[in-house]
């Protein structure tokens, strides 16, 4: 996902924690990836970084139906 912003966008990508839930032997993360305002994808997991790799992926999915959709 930094890959792509970085070539199509003039923004980085954030990673913003949404929600933190359970104790803290079993934690789960939410976490949302943006540019700039827009939110891109979302993603949760048992860690942080977990949470964001799943964020980064939904962010790339959601980019390239975005990019697919203004070739046709």
């Known amino acids: ?3 792509i912003v970085q070539a199509q966008y003039e ?3 954030q990673y913003v924690l949404v ?6 032997h079993n ?3 939410e976490v ?3 540019i700039g305002d827009e939110e891109v994808g979302r993603g949760a997991g048992r ?3 977990a949470a964001e790799q799943v964020a980064a992926y939904n962010g790339i999915l959601k980019l390239k139906a975005q990019e697919a959709a203004a070739e046709e």
């Open 47 to 49: 860690t942080k970084k």
């Open 32 to 34: 949302c990836a943006k």
């Open 27 to 29: 934690k789960s993360f």
């Open 19 to 24: 929600k933190e839930e359970g104790p803290d």
């Open 1 to 3: 996902l930094q890959e």
């Open 11 to 13: 923004d980085d990508v």
